[in-house]
């Protein structure tokens, strides 16, 4: 058996993690699971890949950094999508969720985030057709790294990119101000007005960067796999039981959550066949809540 | 009491739900510098008045100034920013931070140039917490979590200070470290609003106090005054006459 | 005319049975307060149960029993039922957004199962001659779907009259005080995880049974019918027609298949076939919009519904007792 499967898992996981981080973020401050999260990965990939044509075809085609597949227009044009996914999330709330906040009926948000879900996934058909997408059609050739492990330039960018991206926002949440101030909304909304957070502001800020992660995720899965208007949707459920499996709120869990996932859906791959794949995340995540229903790192339960 | 009250409710109506106030036209007013205790039973809505003060309930008639300033619909979080520090009856730590977090989050309100000089100072003032410093609030007992709530609020250095039962399930020498705090935090030309239990204790440190009763007040005076009142004492204060005339004796 | 009339019949023996999907997911939600948001896969246990029971033996399938289409029924109904006590078992004690994530999670696996589990299922292709009632008709559609409808109709007015009893017995009454508020339910002496799990079991069935319905009308199957969109569309007809009333649940599931069935005739007749495939794209954008501003603007459903279920709504959401208050900013 070769160990292929692990670094497979671990990369799929990272981009599963990286997900579910905005998706525990959002929940632990806005309180509802929110169906839309995997939409936003869509989007985010869909409005980068608007964003690198637009630069291309402004300045003309850049070179590649060897020996990734990518070269300067997708750091830049990824950095726009992020900034637009951020915007695409905060539009929907103000447009959607916000007025629900106002008439007090929570639970009420979550279908309103499921009917929303499946416009924006409807509304990407509408504009790109089911037909897939992609950054860059180059071949990657995979790099043998011992063990009989073979991993593309791309994979190990996309590896580190995600590190990098979770130490910020470790660092974000326990040294920066508005950091503090979104775990305290989490925590406690009205005690948080009492030593004078704006939650209003604190709402903002968090669809902002949950958007953008999104995008992250988006940019990933469409450099290393394609852009398909289903892609995020797909993902909604491992992205789910990665945020459980790491307990609700917690950064480091949902990676780790999500790194479980990815790794148990690569195995599970090796030993059933690729067919019944996207059953690993609920087999995870029903486990999880009857064993642990507060995660692995979690503070409390939901 | 001279010049402009710091602090003036009047004919406050407020409630959790349109149409059914808990408060029902009550009125307070504390003096630059004063100690005010508010009593009364439990239910009286004596925490609801706290909080549509703070403005965490919404305030359908009536109206708040603040050193004459009226703030009756301001957001709770612009209040802090006025000098008006709130501590709440219940959940009023954030458990998950840790004892120095929960106290850098309040003084972000103030200017970068002094914030790091008030985190010493509180640590300075509340010794306990500065051997804690590093410790998650919700693993702190009862009594340290007041200290830190308390300290939380004060990291704004406030105007107006209001605490809601900071006494509640302290032991009775805490409670006296509480107060003997409290008496010196006005010392230093805070002013101070409480909701208290601890009736005897509250008015040997208050300078007047308001009963409530059923949302509205029902009597209101000197602390001494009122301690010495036996009528006021058996109906709401739970003190005995001799009691009454010991908090009489020691009020200032 | 004939044929108008036919069509009718068949437009109401469809929109009828999603009425009973409503029916089923308003025992859940709008009752006791029970948040489902896989409604498709409920649906598909019950299609695929009655299918695999109910055909002639078939060569290249397990199943196959040639069982009388009533029995096939009535498994579906206890497998969808027992479907969903597992989920409830698994996930009614915790927060409201867990159930919503585990019956998503069940409608997602049931959908893999039905595209793999080929021996079983007939994989992508689904399993066809489903017995069809009345097939002896089908040689005169407007017979065969008057007969249909005939049943089709039996089978809501009876569960309606049922469902409209339950609500109204202690049973009902219990469901509706753990709504509003299950503390004060609980302290009555009620078991209030077991008086849910019973409402999810049943509102299962229910949505089973209307899943073998479905398949025995049509006559065929395919994974493809239970996506997520099924759950939506089931969802938008009980807010449209109002959550908690079995009446609003009906009236919801014919407005709104019949909007659906005329914006998608539109696109069928007026849009040229390069382009369906974005305008059937735009008709679920506008469908999602649609439910959005329902549950913007009018919350309680526009068909309306009884003042005591719409007490309860605000007792559920209210500040106090709901588990799920929102943040304020
Ligand atoms: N969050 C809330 N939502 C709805 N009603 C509430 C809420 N908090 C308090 N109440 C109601 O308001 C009334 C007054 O409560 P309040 O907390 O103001 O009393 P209190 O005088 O502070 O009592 P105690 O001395 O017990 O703290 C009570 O009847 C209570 O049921
Ligand atoms: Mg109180």
């Not at chain 1, 040294?175 to 704006?198: F, Q």
């Not at chain 2, 008006?84 to 219940?90: K, S």
């Not at chain 3, 999603?18 to 089923?24: I, S, Y």
């Not at chain 3, 939600?29 to 029971?53: C, D, K, M």
Request: hydrophobic share 55%.
């Amino acid at each position: 058996m070769s160990l292929q499967f692990l670094a497979d898992g671990l990369f799929a996981g990272a981009l599963i993690g990286l997900g579910a981080v905005g998706l525990t973020l959002t929940y632990s401050i806005l309180r509802f699971s929110n169906f839309t999260h995997g939409d936003f990965i869509s989007w985010g990939a869909y409005l980068a890949l608007g964003t690198v044509g637009a630069l291309t075809g402004w300045i003309g085609p850049a070179a590649r950094f060897m020996p990734f597949s990518f070269g300067w227009p997708l750091i830049v044009g990824g950095l726009l999508a992020m900034a637009l996914t951020g915007l695409l999330a905060l539009l929907l709330d103000a447009a959607l969720f916000k007025p629900l906040r106002r008439t007090g009926h929570g639970i009420v948000m979550v279908i309103a985030s499921f009917g929303a879900s499946l416009a924006l996934r409807a509304m990407l058909e509408f504009l790109f057709t089911s037909e897939p997408a992609y950054f860059s059609r180059a071949i990657q050739i995979a790099i043998p790294v011992g063990l009989g492990i073979r991993v593309t330039p791309d994979q190990a960018a996309m590896m580190g990119l995600a590190l990098v991206v979770v130490i910020a926002m470790h660092l974000l949440l326990t040294r920066t101000h508005i950091g503090r101030s979104m775990r305290a909304v989490s925590e406690n909304p009205a005690l948080a007005r009492v030593v004078g957070i704006d939650v209003a502001a604190v709402i903002r800020a968090t669809w902002l960067i949950g958007g953008a992660l999104a995008c992250v995720s988006g940019i990933m899965l469409g450099l290393t796999v394609q852009i398909r208007p289903q892609m995020g949707f797909d993902l909604l459920l491992p992205l789910f039981a990665a945020a459980i499996l790491g307990g609700i709120g917690s950064v480091w869990g949902a990676i780790i959550g999500g790194l479980i996932v990815g790794v148990a859906e690569a195995g599970a791959v090796q030993l059933i066949g690729s067919e019944y794949r996207s059953a690993v995340a609920f087999v995870l995540l029903i486990a999880m809540l009857l064993v642990r229903p507060r995660g692995l790192f979690g503070v409390r339960e939901g | 009491m001279t010049g402009v009250p710091a602090l003036v409710a009047h004919g406050i109506e407020a409630g959790y739900e349109p149409g059914l106030p808990i408060v029902k036209g009550a009125s307070v007013t504390v003096g630059r510098g004063e100690i005010v205790v508010l009593l009364g039973p439990n239910g009286a809505g004596k925490s609801t008045l706290m909080k549509a003060i703070a403005g965490l309930v919404p305030i359908a008639r009536g109206t708040v100034t603040l050193a004459g300033a009226e703030i009756t619909q301001t957001a709770a979080h612009r209040m802090v920013r006025l000098g008006l520090a709130f501590v709440p009856q219940t959940e009023n730590v954030f458990t998950t931070m840790s004892v120095e977090e929960n106290l850098v989050l309040a003084g972000h309100v103030a200017p970068a140039s002094v914030r790091a000089a008030r985190l010493a100072a509180m640590l300075e003032l509340f010794p306990d917490l500065a051997r804690q410093r590093g410790l998650a609030a919700g693993r702190l007992s009862g009594g340290q979590r007041q200290m830190l709530a308390v300290a939380r609020a004060l990291m704004i250095e406030p105007h107006v200070l209001m605490l809601d039962e900071p006494s509640a399930g302290l032991s009775p020498k805490l409670v006296r470290d509480v107060f003997a705090k409290l008496v010196e935090i006005r010392a230093s030309g805070v002013t101070i609003l409480m909701v208290e239990q601890n009736a005897r204790a509250a008015l040997a440190i208050a300078d007047r106090a308001y009963i409530l009763a059923d949302g509205r007040n029902r009597h209101e005076g000197s602390a001494a005054a009122l301690a010495a009142d036996p009528d006021i004492a058996e109906h709401y204060l739970g003190l005995g006459g001799a009691d009454a005339s010991v908090v009489g004796r020691s009020a200032p | 005319m004939i044929d108008l009339l036919g069509y009718g019949a068949f437009f109401l023996v469809n929109a009828l049975i999603f009425g009973v999907l409503c029916l089923g997911l308003n025992v859940q939600w709008g009752q006791t307060g029970l948040f489902n948001v896989g409604v498709a896969g409920f649906a598909a246990i019950g299609a695929y149960v009655s299918a695999i029971l109910t055909t002639p033996d078939a060569a290249d399938r397990i199943g196959g029993f040639g069982w009388p289409i009533l029995a096939g029924w009535l498994a579906a109904m206890l497998v969808a039922g027992a479907a969903a006590a597992l989920v409830g078992l698994a996930t009614l004690r915790l927060r409201a957004d867990y159930l919503a994530m585990t019956t998503f999670g069940i409608a997602v696996t049931i959908q893999v199962i039905a595209l793999n589990a080929t021996a079983l299922t007939g994989g992508p292709f689904g399993i066809a001659f489903i017995p069809r009632p009345f097939s002896s008709l089908a040689e005169t559609p407007i017979a065969f779907n008057a007969a249909n409808l005939a049943l089709t109709g039996f089978v809501v007015l009876g569960l309606f009259l049922i469902l409209e009893t339950l609500t109204r017995s202690p049973w009902g009454r219990v469901l509706r005080a753990i709504r509003e508020d299950e503390a004060a339910a609980a302290s009555l002496g009620k078991n209030v995880n077991f008086h849910r799990l019973q409402a999810f079991a049943l509102g299962g069935a229910i949505m089973g049974l209307a899943g073998a319905m479905q398949a025995h009308f049509i006559g065929f199957i395919a994974p493809d019918n239970y996506l997520s969109i099924l759950t939506f569309q089931v969802w938008a007809m009980l807010i449209v027609g109002g959550s908690g009333n079995n009446r609003g649940a009906l009236i919801g599931a014919v407005i709104v298949w019949a909007l659906w069935s005329l914006s998608s005739l539109a696109v069928g007749t007026f849009v040229a076939p390069a382009f369906q495939a974005r305008a059937a794209a735009l008709q679920i954008v506008a469908i999602g919009v649609a439910l959005a501003a329902i549950l913007l603007v009018r919350p309680r459903g526009l068909v309306g519904e009884r003042a005591t279920v719409s007490r309860d709504v605000e007792a559920l959401a209210g500040e106090s007792t709901s588990p799920h208050e929102p943040v304020r900013d």
